[in-house]
């Protein structure tokens, strides 16, 4: 299978019915690199910039960052990188930094949260990828943003370092786009005032379900109770996916939802045309799109979502289509 996912590479990655869909990777570290081309993948959807505060015995410089983040889009040339903020606090600690002791650590002092307070660590973040990517196009996108107000925040930090670029007689990038992830479900009742700031959102599928159903990603005993393909999650990334593409602003989804293949399916009936996913589902999900005809997905699709909840089995249904395509 891997030999004919190989095959796949070099063909455009479009729907049978003519589709095209932007199938792109997540990667984190240096070795992940290679997989943006060896997949034929179209960019890097999400760059976990925490993991290489994780790896780290110490914090990384900003001379550390830059450097890397040098490399991210060396190796990535012509095609697009997103790059996100710091996502650490929480369960992503650093044992190398002073940490507090959280009750409920996926709800506390992390990501943009831990950004806007401590507004350092993320100026100096920002200001190694707006060097890294002088001359050229930056895509720069927030975690677990939960209120519009924390999107305007953080974008005016990356203005401010824009200024002080320009003064100091820097080569700034060529473009910078700003984007936030859609995994907070408060963020989905302020889509309108978000989606008239940004450039782009990418749903982080992960936390997104965790906090809609209230179910702890990493525990077991408690994620095998909600199916990720059921009327109340499908709806809500279907709204998402609407919202965005009427106020034209570009839609993606990065968590392990699109790293499977009937996820991915039910995502293109959704309306999503563009995904990020792990380098080893690139394959199969894109073997999956090749043979996929979306018009007649969403058409599938459609009543399931508008029939009472619980009284069909969505998934059984996206298993038999898939089955018959
Ligand atoms: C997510 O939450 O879906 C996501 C992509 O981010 P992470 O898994 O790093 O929290
Ligand atoms: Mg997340």
Same mark, same amino acid.
């Given at each position: 299978?891997?030999?004919?996912?190989?095959?796949?590479?070099?063909?455009?990655?479009?729907?049978?019915?003519?589709?095209?869909?932007?199938?792109?990777i997540?990667?984190?570290?240096?070795?992940?690199?290679?997989?943006?081309?060896?997949?034929?993948?179209?960019?890097?959807?999400?760059?976990?910039?925490?993991?290489?505060f994780?790896?780290?015995?110490?914090l990384?410089r900003?001379?550390?960052?830059?450097?890397?983040?040098?490399?991210?889009?060396?190796?990535?040339?012509?095609?697009?990188?997103?790059?996100?903020?710091?996502?650490?606090?929480?369960?992503?600690?650093?044992?190398?930094?002073?940490?507090?002791?959280?009750?409920?650590?996926?709800?506390?002092?992390?990501?943009?949260?831990?950004?806007?307070?401590?507004?350092?660590?993320?100026?100096?973040?920002?200001?190694?990828?707006l060097?890294?990517?002088?001359?050229?196009?930056?895509? $720069?996108?927030?975690?677990m943003?939960s209120?519009? %107000?924390? /999107? *305007?925040?953080?974008?005016?930090? @990356?203005? !401010?370092? &824009?200024?002080?670029?320009?003064?100091?007689?820097?080569?700034?990038?060529?473009?910078v786009?700003?984007?936030?992830?859609?995994?907070?479900?408060?963020?989905?009742?302020?889509?309108?005032?978000?989606?008239?700031?940004?450039?782009?959102?990418?749903?982080?599928?992960n936390d997104?379900?965790?906090?809609?159903?209230? $179910?702890?990603?990493?525990?077991?005993?408690?994620? %095998?109770? /909600? *199916?990720?393909?059921?009327?109340? @999650?499908? !709806?809500? &990334?279907?709204?998402i996916?609407?919202?965005?593409?009427?106020?034209?602003?570009?839609?993606?989804?990065?968590?392990?939802?699109?790293?499977?293949?009937?996820?991915?399916l039910?995502?293109?009936?959704?309306?999503?045309?563009?995904?990020?996913?792990?380098?080893?589902?690139?394959?199969?999900?894109k073997?999956?799109?090749?043979?996929?005809?979306a018009?007649?997905?969403?058409?599938?699709?459609?009543?399931?979502?508008?029939a009472?909840?619980?009284?069909?089995?969505?998934?059984?249904?996206?298993?038999e289509?898939?089955?018959?395509e």
């Open positions: 299978r891997q030999e004919q996912y190989r095959e796949l590479r070099d063909k455009p990655c479009v729907t049978r019915d003519g589709q095209p869909i932007d199938l792109m997540n990667a984190g570290l240096v070795i992940d690199l290679p997989h943006i081309d060896d997949t034929g993948s179209s960019g890097i959807g999400l760059f976990r910039t925490e993991l290489q994780m790896v780290g015995q110490s990384p900003t001379s550390e960052q830059l450097s890397l983040y040098r490399t991210v889009l060396d190796a990535a040339g012509d095609k697009p990188v997103t790059f996100r903020t710091l996502d650490i606090g929480g369960d992503k600690a650093l044992p190398y930094m002073d940490t507090i002791v959280e009750e409920n650590p996926a709800l506390g002092w992390r990501a943009i949260r831990l950004g806007l307070d401590r507004p350092g660590l993320l100026r100096g973040q920002i200001r190694a990828l060097r890294a990517a002088s001359g050229r196009y930056l895509r $720069v996108m927030f975690p943003i209120q519009v %107000d924390e /999107f *305007d925040q953080a974008k005016l930090v @990356i203005e !401010r370092e &824009l200024t002080y670029l320009r003064q100091h007689g820097h080569t700034l990038p060529e473009r786009d700003v984007g936030t992830m859609v995994e907070v479900p408060a963020l989905l009742y302020q889509m309108d005032e978000l989606l008239k700031r940004v450039d782009f959102v990418s749903v982080g599928s997104l379900f965790q906090f809609l159903f209230a $179910v702890d990603r990493g525990n077991s005993r408690v994620t %095998d109770r /909600f *199916d990720t393909l059921s009327a109340p @999650i499908l !709806r809500a &990334l279907r709204d996916a609407r919202k965005a593409n009427a106020a034209g602003k570009s839609v993606s989804l990065c968590g392990e939802m699109a790293s499977q293949p009937l996820g991915a039910a995502l293109i009936a959704l309306g999503y045309r563009s995904l990020s996913l792990s380098a080893t589902a690139h394959g199969p999900v073997a999956l799109i090749l043979d996929l005809d018009k007649k997905a969403e058409a599938m699709i459609t009543p399931l979502l508008d009472p909840a619980g009284s069909v089995s969505i998934r059984s249904k996206l298993m289509f898939a089955e018959a």
